[in-house]
């Protein structure tokens, strides 16, 4: 059976390893939430003003370009999620970094 499952439980045994804390799991959310909203409200103004700007000159309906660019935006939008977890994988916190280990 598993060990721990509460958030202050220990990760492992070993002088390299420290406590998942509520503070360092904020830390952690918080570098990806503000990273994803400042790069998902760019990404997807720029891909919806050039979508738009195309699609508008090619006479496609007003109705339709939002559609067509909100498809757009979610397709845009899962690299760029990707983007901003491995930048928040690489940052090094005040007190710790983020490591892959083997299992």
């Known amino acids: 059976m598993a060990t721990g499952g509460s958030i202050g439980a220990s990760v492992a045994v070993g ?15 918080w570098a990806l939430m503000w990273r ?3 790069m ?4 997807g103004f720029v891909i919806g003003f050039i979508e738009g ?3 508008g000159a090619m006479g496609v309906s007003l109705v339709i370009i939002p559609r067509i660019t909100a498809i757009s935006g979610a ?8 983007f ?3 930048l928040a ?15």
Do not use: D, H
């Open 36 to 38: 994803g909203i400042l």
């Open 75 to 82: 397709i845009v939008g899962i690299p760029v999620g990707i």
């Open 53 to 55: 700007m195309i699609l």
């Open 89 to 103: 994988l690489r940052r090094k916190y005040r007190e710790f970094s983020i490591r892959l280990v083997a299992n």
């Open 15 to 29: 002088a390299n390893y420290l406590e998942l804390t509520f503070q360092r799991a904020m830390s952690i959310w």
């Open 40 to 43: 998902g409200i760019g990404s």
């Open 84 to 86: 901003v977890v491995q």
